[in-house]
C-alpha cells in the first residue's frame, strides 16, 4: 500500500475535511479527493461519508486511521530527526496570547532548552493561533476557546482570575456604594482597554453586574502590559488577570477596586493537531506546560 496515501487519509481523518486537508498537505482539493479514491478501490471498502461540510469516517476508517496514524507519525519522526537522533535539535513552534504566552509559557519551557529543544514563538488571538496550528505553522498552541473538531487535541491548562483595578488615587475617589452598581462606576472612571469593543470589561460587567458596560475606551492598547501601566499611571479603571497585575497590587502601585463573591474567569486551553503527540518534542512540551500550570 502506497504511504502517500496513508498519509493523505490520515490527514483527511484528522481534519474531518478534503478542503482542510489539502491545505495542510499543500495540495489541491481533487488531488486529495483523488487519493482517498483510489486507496477506498485498493480496500474495496468506503473510507468516508461525504456531507454536506466535511466528511465522517466510516467504521473501517476509523479502525485504519486508529492502527496507521501512529506508524506514520513514527515515520515522520524518524525522517525529520534524522539517524543521530540524540544530538538532533528540535524546534517547537508555540503560538498564544502574547501576555500569557511572555510571562507564563516561555519561563515554563527554558527548562528544556539545556535538553537540547529550541523554541519559536509566535502571538496572536486564539482564532489566529488555531488558523496557524491547523495550517502546521505550530505545534503548540495555547488558546482562550476550545476548539472543536478531530483535527485538534485540547486539554484544559488553567484558569485566569480576572480583576477590577484602577490606580490608589480613583480608589479614593470612589465610595464602597458607588462600587455595588456598575453602572456608576463606569460614569465616574474612565476605562482602558485592549479593544475598542472592550472585550475584558464587558465579560466582567456580566459575570459581576449582570449588565452590559455603557462606556467607551478612553485608552485602547493592544497588549495587557501597556493596559496594565497605563492604568497604574492613572488612566482609569481595567480588568486585568491576576497574575499579570500581582506584583502592581502587591507595590500597591494599583488597587482593587472590588472583590466579588466568585470573581470571573478565563479558562486557557493547551492545543495542537491530533496525532502529534508521538513526536518526542512536542510531547515534552506539553507535558511541561501542564506539570507548570499546576502551579498557577
Known amino acids: 500500500m502506497d504511504l502517500a496515501l496513508l498519509r493523505t487519509f490520515v490527514t483527511v481523518h484528522r481534519a474531518g475535511s478534503f478542503t482542510r486537508a489539502a491545505a495542510l498537505l499543500g495540495l489541491s482539493q481533487p488531488a486529495?479527493?483523488?487519493?482517498?479514491?483510489?486507496?477506498?478501490?485498493?480496500?474495496?471498502?468506503?473510507?468516508?461519508?461525504r456531507q454536506a461540510r466535511g466528511v465522517t469516517p466510516t467504521t473501517i476508517g476509523d479502525e485504519l486511521a486508529h492502527r496507521a496514524a501512529p506508524h506514520l507519525d513514527a515515520l515522520v519522526e524518524i525522517a525529520e530527526a534524522g539517524l543521530d537522533d540524540e544530538s538532533a535539535i528540535r524546534t517547537v513552534h508555540l503560538a498564544g496570547p502574547p501576555e500569557f504566552t511572555a510571562l507564563r509559557?516561555?519561563?515554563?519551557?527554558?527548562?528544556?532548552?539545556?535538553?537540547?529543544?529550541?523554541?519559536?514563538?509566535?502571538f496572536g488571538n486564539a482564532e489566529e493561533t488555531l488558523a496557524g496550528l491547523a495550517a502546521g505553522h505550530h505545534d503548540?498552541?495555547?488558546?482562550?476557546?476550545?476548539?472543536?473538531?478531530?483535527?485538534?487535541?485540547?486539554?484544559?491548562?488553567?484558569?485566569?482570575?480576572?480583576?477590577?483595578?484602577?490606580?490608589?488615587?480613583?480608589?479614593?475617589?470612589?465610595g464602597p456604594d458607588v462600587l455595588r452598581h456598575g453602572h456608576v462606576v463606569l460614569e465616574q472612571l474612565p476605562v482602558v482597554e485592549v479593544h475598542e469593543s472592550l472585550p475584558l470589561v464587558s465579560r466582567y460587567w456580566h459575570a459581576v453586574f449582570d449588565s452590559p458596560p455603557a462606556a467607551a475606551g478612553a485608552v485602547i492598547a493592544p497588549d495587557l502590559r501597556a493596559v496594565l501601566e497605563a492604568t497604574a499611571s492613572g488612566a482609569g479603571l481595567s480588568v486585568l488577570p491576576r497574575y499579570l497585575c500581582e506584583d502592581a497590587l502587591g507595590q500597591g502601585r494599583i488597587v482593587t477596586l472590588l472583590d466579588p463573591p466568585v470573581p470571573p474567569l478565563r479558562t486557557y486551553f493547551l492545543v495542537i493537531r491530533t496525532g502529534t503527540l508521538a513526536l518526542p518534542h512536542v510531547a515534552r512540551a506539553h507535558e511541561e506546560l501542564l506539570r507548570a500550570a499546576e502551579g498557577w
Do not use: K, N
Not at 105 to 110: C, F, G, K, S, V
Not at 149 to 172: I, K, N, Q, Y
Open 32 to 49: 486529495v479527493t483523488g487519493q482517498i479514491r483510489t486507496l477506498e478501490r485498493q480496500l474495496g471498502r468506503p473510507l468516508f461519508l
Open 105 to 122: 509559557a516561555l519561563p515554563a519551557l527554558t527548562p528544556l532548552i539545556g535538553q537540547g529543544l529550541a523554541l519559536r514563538t509566535s
Open 140 to 174: 503548540v498552541a495555547i488558546a482562550t476557546a476550545r476548539p472543536r473538531g478531530r483535527l485538534f487535541t485540547s486539554t484544559a491548562l488553567c484558569d485566569e482570575e480576572h480583576v477590577l483595578v484602577a490606580a490608589p488615587r480613583w480608589a479614593a475617589h470612589l
